[in-house]
Each structure stands twice: as structure tokens, then as C-alpha cells.
Nanobody, 120 residues
Framework: QVQLVESGGGLVQAGGSLRLSCAASGRTFSRYAMGWFRQAPGKERELVAAISWSGGSTYYADSVKGRFTISRDNAKNTVYLQMNSLKPEDTAVYYC?????????????WGQGTQVTVSS
């Protein structure tokens, strides 16, 4: 099992940047694919970005391509989401998640979420 704790959310103006972090417990972090999801009020949760266990494969939703970057540091058991050129429509609760099957497989472990609010 792995436990996940997100941090780094907050309030930012449109065009600004934030970096989210997700710290994982356990010694097997490097075995997990990691994903960042978000859920805005009244909307379904969506996969924003994902990264394979090695970091060699990544996925981005079309809505964030070119603006968001996912990365991981297996030595620190941490995955990051660098968010640049933020837009009001990026406002949501952001969750990190983990699975052992791959970046597009269902995710088994979830953090508690961190709020990102982008003002216009």
C-alpha cells in the first residue's frame, strides 16, 4: 500500500504558476505509476497528467498540454505537477493517485486533495 499527501495548492491570479507536490509513504514508490486528477464543482473528475514508474512515459490532457509538467523524484518518494499559465478553468481540487498497472490503468490509491483556485 501507499499513502499519498498533496500540498502546494492555493489562490493564484490567471497567468500565474503553482507547483503541486505529492509525498508518498512506503518503500515501493518507484513501482507505481502516478497521476494527477482534478475535479471542479459540478464536473466529473478528470485525469490531468500521469507519469510511469520510471518517468519515461507521460500523459497530459489536451486542456493542459504545454502548460503543465508532471515529474517525479523516486529518491524523495514525491511526484510534482508544475502548473504554468493558469486559467480560471483550472480551478478545482487536485488529487494525486497511484497504481501499479500503468498510467492509463485504474488508480487504486488516492490523496485527500488540494484546492487550486485561479482568479480572473
Amino acid at each position: 500500500q501507499v499513502q499519498l499527501v498533496e500540498s502546494g495548492g492555493g489562490l493564484v491570479q490567471a497567468g500565474g504558476s503553482l507547483r503541486l507536490s505529492c509525498a508518498a509513504s512506503g518503500r515501493t514508490f518507484s513501482r507505481y505509476a502516478m497521476g494527477w486528477f482534478r475535479q471542479a464543482p459540478g464536473k466529473e473528475r478528470e485525469l490531468v497528467a500521469a507519469i510511469s514508474w520510471s518517468g519515461g512515459s507521460t500523459y497530459y490532457a489536451d486542456s493542459v498540454k504545454g502548460r503543465f509538467t508532471i515529474s517525479r523524484d523516486n529518491a524523495k518518494n514525491t511526484v510534482y505537477l508544475q502548473m504554468n499559465s493558469l486559467k480560471p478553468e483550472d480551478t478545482a481540487v487536485y488529487y494525486c493517485a497511484a497504481n501499479v498497472a500503468g498510467i492509463k490503468a485504474p488508480y487504486d490509491y488516492w490523496g485527500q486533495g488540494t484546492q487550486v483556485t485561479v482568479s480572473s
